[in-house]
């Protein structure tokens, strides 16, 4: 018997448009919007809108590099992810610490049901190296 390798067409990823909210709502299609069906996994619709609202002036790319990199992908305790973010084109106007307390306070104001889905210790470290870059405590 002959085994035929056929790739994931999910894995065909090269020269595709990202869009970095697709990420948030491919998470969130499993949880609810609306206390009635599931509590346990309730999102505060107004909570998240507000959250991503505060890149609403940034780059897609910027913000994929945030919210999908650094948040849910947990890189944030990584300095260099850190360095090479502050390095971005968006930020050429903003001196570190700034650019640090920015990232602290939009990782610090995570709405709850991200965390949970992220992991509450890589979530801790991201946010507490953050702090550390930031000086907030």
């Not at 999102?43 to 650094?70: N, P």
């Not at 944030?76 to 903003?94: G, Q, R, V």
Request: aromatic share 10%.
């Amino acid at each position: 018997m002959i085994k035929v390798r056929a790739r994931i067409s999910h894995c065909q990823l090269k020269n595709t448009g990202f869009d970095p909210y697709s990420l948030i709502i491919n998470k969130s299609q499993r949880l609810s919007w609306n206390s009635l069906s599931d509590k346990n996994m309730f999102i505060d619709k107004q909570a998240a809108v507000e959250w991503l609202s505060q890149l609403r002036s940034y780059s897609d790319e910027t913000v994929k590099s945030i919210v999908v990199d650094g948040i849910l992908g947990s890189k944030f305790h990584n300095i260099t992810f850190i360095l090479n973010l502050a390095l971005n084109d968006d930020f050429s106007s903003m001196v570190s610490l700034d650019i640090y307390k920015l990232l602290f306070f939009f990782v610090r104001d995570t709405p709850q049901v991200f965390q949970d889905v992220i992991g509450s210790d890589d979530f801790s470290l991201s946010r507490n190296v953050l702090a550390l870059l930031s000086r907030n405590k």
